[in-house]
Every structure is written in structure tokens, then in C-alpha cells.
């Protein structure tokens, strides 16, 4: 069994445990080392405070699993982890009964950023009121 671990902004916990972990683009991000997850995830979401690492295990060989391409050998590098296991895609979502409930790690962000966290909410606000227009029409 390879132990694989996803990590996201904490705000997605409660989404993750009603409906698992659900592909976005057509593939969830993960790693084989929890802390890369952490690294990644922590530097691309710098308004969010908390982070949160779950895993999941699939047999090796799984054809759900390949290796990702969206850690360039510089962002490893920038990061400080290695390239061996950095990332990683399953193309099918991951059920809730596949999570390892036990293994839910929570960590401050040491990447996160006050100013760019407001930056963050008024263009998520602004985004909003866009769709509720278009919505309207």
C-alpha cells in the first residue's frame, strides 16, 4: 500500500467530510510525503490560516494514481522538498471511507498572509455578486 496525503485549507474540512474528496479539473493533487502536501498547499493558499492533511491509501499499481505534473523541479526546489513523490493526481474522487480518519493533521500556515487573506475575501465577494447577476439574467 502507497500512503498518499492531500492537503487543503482548513474552511474545506466540513465540505470533505460529507462528500469526500472530489477531483477538480479532473484530478485531485496529492503527494507520498505529507510534508511536501503541507509546503504546497500553504504557499499557493496564503489566505488561509489553517491547514488540513488528509490521507488515503491505494495499492500499488493503482490505475487511479500517476505521477502529477504540476511541481516543476523548480517549485520542489523553492519549497525545499524533494522531487521523488512531490506530486502526484488520482483521476477519481476519493470517498469518505477511504479518508484516514485517524491521520487528520492540522497546521498554522507559516505562508499566510493577513493583507493578501483580504485581498482574498473581496475578490471572492466580488466574484460572487458577478454570478448572482449573471444568475438574475
Not at 6 to 34: M, R, V, W
Not at 40 to 65: H, P
Not at 71 to 80: A, F, Q, V
Not at 81 to 95: K, L
Amino acid at each position: 500500500m502507497i500512503r498518499y496525503y492531500h492537503a487543503t485549507p482548513y474552511d474545506n474540512l466540513i465540505s470533505i467530510l460529507s462528500t469526500g474528496l472530489k477531483t477538480q479539473f479532473g484530478e485531485i493533487y496529492c503527494s507520498t510525503s505529507q510534508e511536501t502536501a503541507v509546503r504546497w498547499v500553504s504557499f499557493t493558499r496564503m489566505y488561509s490560516d489553517k491547514i488540513c492533511v488528509l490521507s488515503f491509501d491505494r495499492e500499488e499499481g493503482d490505475d487511479t494514481m500517476r505521477i502529477g505534473n504540476d511541481h516543476s523541479p523548480i517549485m520542489t526546489k523553492l519549497l525545499g522538498v524533494d522531487d521523488e513523490g512531490a506530486s502526484y493526481v488520482s483521476t477519481r474522487s476519493i470517498p469518505t471511507s477511504d479518508l484516514n480518519w485517524d491521520d487528520i493533521v492540522t497546521y498554522d500556515n507559516p505562508f499566510y498572509n493577513e493583507e493578501y487573506a483580504k485581498q482574498h475575501e473581496n475578490m471572492m465577494k466580488h466574484n460572487r455578486k458577478i454570478f448572482e447577476k449573471m444568475e438574475e439574467e
